[in-house]
């Protein structure tokens, strides 16, 4: 069973589309995150919610809207994409917040 | 802000060779990890250190905390090929935000 899952794996899309990720944990976590690692391998937190809660929000453009339904789920919205948004995202869980984080398989997105 | 350095970025051994990957930050922190990545694929957790001294094995790794001098290392010994990837710290900052630094990448030659 997979732990934390994530789709697509892959997104290729045109500028100025919207997108969804989704992501799913089947580990009993309370905490989720979403990351953004760069085209030099650079992982940036974007944001992490804990039980449905916003906790963690990075300085990224509104157009990425996170949302939470229940606490084993965690998708990601992006509007009107841009070049620069390429990279690949890793949804990831923890117990709690402090505790080790397990992430998922990354979807790679190419914005054309 | 809390920022993590790693050196080397990058690195290239012959098998069975011995070498330090090292990992500073600039402020205080509680927790510190060590993940793996493969080319491609997700990151996969190594080890979390917790306090001073704390040191921990697995296999040819070894990872280990100094809070005081703001320094964890990992210690490869005797390298294998099997263990070419790219390796990351973190280090965790104040409202449980884990700070990533670049990465260095492992590349084991036989």
């Known amino acids: 069973d997979t732990a934390v899952s994530q789709t697509p794996k892959y997104l290729v899309t045109q500028m100025g589309n919207d997108k969804s990720i989704k992501c799913e944990q089947n580990l009993g976590h309370d905490t989720m995150y979403w990351y953004k690692q760069d085209s030099k391998k650079f992982l940036k937190i974007m944001f992490s919610y804990n039980n449905k809660e916003l906790i963690i929000n990075e300085t990224v453009p509104n157009r990425f809207s996170p949302k939470s339904p229940d606490k084993a789920h965690l998708n990601l919205h992006i509007n009107s994409l841009e070049l620069g948004d390429s990279a690949v995202y890793f949804c990831a869980s923890s117990q709690q917040g402090w505790e080790t984080q397990y992430f998922g398989p990354g979807t790679r997105l190419l914005v054309l | 802000e809390l920022k993590v350095e790693q050196n080397p970025l990058f690195l290239s051994m012959q098998e069975g060779k011995n070498y330090t990957i090292y990992c500073n930050y600039s402020?205080?922190?509680?927790?510190l990890y060590w993940y793996r990545q493969d080319p491609g694929k997700s990151l996969e957790s190594l080890f979390v250190?917790?306090?001073?001294?704390a040191v921990k094995q697995e296999g040819r790794l070894m990872a280990s905390l100094d809070t005081k001098a703001r320094l964890s290392t990992l210690h490869i010994t005797a390298a294998v090929h099997d263990l070419s990837a790219t390796y990351f710290c973190a280090a965790m900052e104040y409202g449980n935000k884990l700070v990533f630094g670049a990465g260095t990448i492992l590349r084991v030659k036989s």
């Open positions: 402020t205080t922190s509680d927790r």
């Open positions: 250190l917790l306090s001073n001294g």
